[in-house]
């Protein structure tokens, strides 16, 4: 079934309308997050953080303006000061979110979900022209501009989970964490031959299979893998097996890919920070300290200490 998307509508719109007339507070960015919170892993377009018992995976495609946030529990069932919606809320006001979507996943061990900026998504959507056309937040808003894939899950890796409208039997694993998105991993129970490899490609935007069967059979030797059923000359982009896993993209991506050397993990920090701007339990409890009036002896001892000092400089 495909997932449904759902608008921040009334909640966002309180928050926003609430906060219109301080509307000088400019939205934040990847590198303004970075100054906001106090313990992030921040690399390529991404920053992540921990904060409320809450993964927040902010994700960009020029390494400032945000266009997609992933929300996970840190673990099963812990509490929250903010739920889902709340956090959802709170993230997109944070950054200037003025159209926010946001989808939950619903087989998710963990209460996880994505939420997107919807202008920033169709605005890479009107220059891609294909999956790999740059970063992966751009490769993200291609597909679902196209809408024969939709977003099924979120991997513990922080790759997302393609799956069909039509029930094709393939699914794409997309990595979310490099600088450049030049590898997919797919999979399914499709076979992917040289015809449904076209197919595929076709779907992505990548074009006809170009190459001859022994320009393919030359790149198979060459990196080792056990079939190349799809091969553009053109873009240099190719469909590879080595046993059973199968990923398409740029030659040397799809040989490091497959042989478990691409990376693309989101890395959270192990430090949790609060959110910008609040104050810890300790520092409220601090100020209260500081702030409450003193008691008559204290007042005395206060007074006496005082005398001392003005004794002390004669």
């Known amino acids: 079934m495909r997932k449904v998307w759902y608008i921040l509508t009334l909640a ?32 390529a377009n991404h920053l992540c953080v921990v904060t409320d018992n809450w993964q927040l995976a902010f994700i960009s495609h020029d390494k400032e303006h945000v266009g997609a946030v992933f929300i996970t529990e840190t673990e099963l069932g812990v509490e929250h000061d903010h739920d889902l919606n709340e956090t959802a809320v709170r993230v997109a006001e944070l950054i200037g979110m003025s159209s926010p979507v946001i989808q939950e996943m619903e087989r998710a061990e963990r209460t996880t979900a994505i939420m997107i900026d919807t202008d920033v998504m169709e605005g890479l959507a009107d220059e891609a022209e294909h999956i790999f056309w740059g970063t992966p937040l751009e490769g993200m808003a291609f597909l679902l501009q196209d809408g024969y894939f939709y977003i099924d899950s979120i991997n513990p890796d922080g790759w997302l989970l393609w799956k069909t409208v039509k029930k094709s039997n393939v699914e794409i694993l997309m990595p979310m964490a490099p600088t450049k998105l030049t590898a997919i991993e797919v999979d399914g129970r499709q076979k992917m031959n040289k015809h449904a490899a076209e197919v595929l490609a076709r779907k992505l935007g990548l074009g006809s299979n170009t190459a001859s069967d022994s320009t393919r059979n030359a790149v198979r030797r060459q990196l080792h893998f056990s079939d190349v059923s799809y091969m553009n000359t053109k873009s240099n982009i190719v469909g590879a097996y080595s046993g059973k896993r ?36 300790e520092e409220a409890e601090e100020e209260v300290k500081e702030s409450r009036p003193l008691t008559p002896r204290e007042a005395r001892d206060a007074y006496m200490e005082y005398l001392r000092s003005l004794s002390s400089r004669s």
């Open 12 to 43: 966002l719109a309180s928050i926003l309308l609430c906060s219109a007339p301080a509307a000088a507070q400019e939205a934040a960015t990847i590198s303004t997050l970075k100054d906001q919170f106090s313990s992030v892993n921040a690399v």
């Open 246 to 281: 199968y990923s398409m993209g740029k030659r040397n991506s799809v040989s490091n890919m497959l042989a478990n050397r691409y990376g693309g993990t989101l890395l959270y920090p192990s430090i949790p920070t609060d959110w910008p701007g609040e104050e810890t339990e």
